[in-house]
């Protein structure tokens, strides 16, 4: 269900969601299996993402209510807060704040994401999630998240698309050349030889 909606740009398939919601239910119906009360509530969290199909701002704000109970129940699931911390930056991300460069609920996400750094401090989704919380067009909000970018430059050193993410910092805060924020100097080297 979670592939059917892309997280940050408001990009939701509707009917991508609700089918792969009622087939999964009918997959749990049919082969007997009693789910926990967290799986079930995760099911139930990811639907509201698809529940109101007239608005994608509506989704947002129940799928945030709603794994915001579920991270409250469970402290310590890491993933369910980070979960939380992304839901809390789609809301920061839509268009109603479009204009604000601190929406009150990126600042929340930023707090609940760091939550879930001290319980997990490599994190790759924490860390990916706070660098987008930090990454605004103002150098002393996005310098906060230097520490952030290179924890995760170090974590993710194979995953293509999260090679990138540092880039998000350093472009903002002017700090690292183009070599130092791709590449290590052994890569850099590797590159320029052939």
């Known amino acids: 269900m979670i592939r059917c909606k892309h997280a940050l740009w408001s990009d939701t398939d509707f009917d991508c969601g609700l089918a792969a919601y009622h087939a999964a239910k009918s997959m749990l119906k049919k082969s007997n299996i009693t789910l926990t009360h967290l799986q079930s509530s995760l099911i139930s969290t990811v639907y509201q993402w698809y529940a109101n199909q007239s608005s994608i701002t509506a989704g947002e704000n129940a799928f945030l209510s709603?794994?915001?109970?579920?991270?409250?129940?469970?402290?310590?699931?890491?993933?369910?807060r980070v979960l939380w911390g992304l839901s809390l930056l789609n809301v920061a991300y839509d268009r109603a704040f479009k204009g604000e460069i601190e929406p009150k609920s990126m600042i929340e996400a930023r707090e609940v994401l760091k939550t879930a750094l001290k319980m997990e401090p490599n994190h790759p989704g924490a860390l990916h999630?706070?660098?987008?919380?930090?990454?605004?067009?103002?150098?002393?909000?996005?310098?906060?998240?230097?520490?952030?970018?290179?924890?995760?430059?170090?974590?993710?050193?194979?995953?293509?698309h999260a090679q990138h993410m540092p880039a998000h910092i350093w472009m903002r805060t002017g700090k690292r050349s183009f070599r130092d924020i791709f590449f290590s100097k052994d890569q850099y080297s590797f590159i320029h030889k052939n």
């Open 66 to 80: 709603s794994i915001a109970n579920v991270s409250q129940t469970y402290p310590n699931e890491t993933d369910i």
């Open 129 to 160: 999630y706070l660098i987008h919380a930090y990454d605004v067009d103002q150098v002393d909000i996005a310098e906060k998240a230097a520490d952030y970018a290179l924890i995760y430059n170090k974590t993710v050193l194979t995953l293509s």
